[in-house]
């Protein structure tokens, strides 16, 4: 078991997704950020089902820093409820989680 977590989130757009992602690798808070293009979510929102295309984000981060991931997502998504979804790594190929570890705010 690591400390190394995947958060998924999804946005309504390129552009967005984009803003989402260039924030979380900028500030260190995100190794890296996969963007998806143009899946189709369908959800249950406000008591009907709706559908719609988004652009999916797969974040690199740690268990340290996913609260504040979750903050800058609640605070520069469009959305009023942004999706924000932890999923434990287990394991990796040691190199690969060396350079999550690199790649991620160290607060002194």
Known sequence: MTDKRIVLSTAGSEEEAKKIANHLVES???ACVNIVPQIESVYRWEGKVESGREWLLIIKTSAELFPAVRDAIRELH???????????????SSEYLDWLADSLRQDS
């Open 28 to 30: 260190r808070l995100a």
């Open 78 to 92: 469009s959305y009023e409820l942004p999706e924000c979804i932890a999923i434990n790594i287990e394991d990796g």
